[in-house]
């Protein structure tokens, strides 16, 4: 079925969209930041991811009370500028697209580690290079990331389990990239047709009707940012931009009450608690991640200012 108001396909199902994500939350974690978490904790990363699904568990359910009173497709951005206004979308438009093209980044990396389970060669230069170009991805070359469930099945199962687990993560990894590039492509192309990116990012394909250079677009970022970085930079990365844009919605559900106090959504039991507590916690997060990647966390910001500044002018002059 078409959308009349977006001219995008809407096919997907309920199980589907339940499918892919799960799979993007498997495909983008469980492979690969075992490792790096106990490399940083030890034995108390195993309590640490529990605390962790806590704190998800609070600021995801301020996004389904939010996230019920739309139906457009924006996501993020779209609740930000209902709630806080344009410029405060625009910011939180960003930040979304940064944190989730880090994200799928970090995943080429697991490709290619989980592949050289079969083929050694797929780590030297010109095979990981092709490869990963095919996938819009490449491994850092600073990276050192292990296979952490597949040495686990080494350990339990032999050989032929650690074989088993890498052809798990290969396929989650790759449906992971997938499930992005369905996904995230319609972040600008929400941006687009409310008037705060160019009009060529809101272009729908005629045959299937997609948004063809918003996709492409998407692939291109993630394939850069793939080539600058390893894993753990690219998570990091990922984590810290998505901190923003999850304060700014938890914040969105107290004010969306204010302004909508009648819209048929979901309603979150104790949600002004909670979304205060997601706040915190987000902000708490925040204080303790790695800011090396500042520059291009300042370089983000200042172009979502730019995009503002020029819708502002593009306005003015109609």
């Known amino acids: 079925m078409t959308s009349p108001q977006t001219g995008l396909v809407r096919a997907i199902g309920r199980w589907s969209l339940a499918a892919l994500a799960v799979n993007s939350i498997i495909g983008s974690g469980i492979y690969g930041l075992p490792a790096t978490v106990a ?26 009370e939010v996230a019920s009173q739309f139906s457009e497709a924006g996501g993020p951005y779209l609740y930000a500028r209902t709630a806080f206004g344009r410029l405060t979308g625009i910011l939180v438009g960003w930040m979304l697209y940064l944190a989730q093209t880090a994200a799928p980044a970090a995943n080429a990396n697991l490709f290619v580690i ?85 009009a060529l990012f809101g272009a729908v394909g005629p045959r299937f009707h997609t948004p063809w250079f918003s996709i492409l677009f998407f692939a291109a970022v993630v394939w850069g940012l793939a080539l600058v970085g390893s894993f753990a930079w690219n998570v990091t990365l990922s984590v810290v931009a998505r901190l923003f844009y999850y304060a700014v919605i938890c914040a969105a559900l107290i004010a969306l009450r204010r302004k909508q106090p009648l819209a048929t959504a979901f309603r979150l039991p104790g949600g002004p608690v909670l979304a205060v507590l997601g706040v915190g916690i987000a902000v708490a997060l925040a204080t303790q991640v790695d800011l090396s990647k500042s520059l291009i966390l300042a370089a983000t910001v200042g172009a979502a200012f730019v995009n503002w500044l020029w819708v502002r002018r593009a306005r003015v002059s109609e």
């Open 114 to 198: 989980y592949l050289t389970k079969f083929w050694p060669a797929a780590k030297e230069p010109w095979p990981r290079f092709v490869i990963l170009t095919l996938l819009v991805g490449v491994l850092g070359p600073g990276a050192t990331t292990d296979r952490p469930l597949a040495e686990v099945a080494r350990i339990t199962m032999g050989n032929r389990g650690a074989g088993l687990v890498a052809i798990g993560a290969l396929v989650s990894v790759y449906g992971y990239l997938s499930a992005k590039l369905l996904g995230m492509p319609r972040v600008t192309f929400a941006l687009a047709r409310g008037g705060d990116l160019p």
């Open 39 to 64: 490399g940083l904790l030890g034995k108390r990363s195993v309590i640490a991811v529990v605390i962790a699904g806590a704190a998800m568990g609070v600021i995801m359910a301020c996004f389904a």
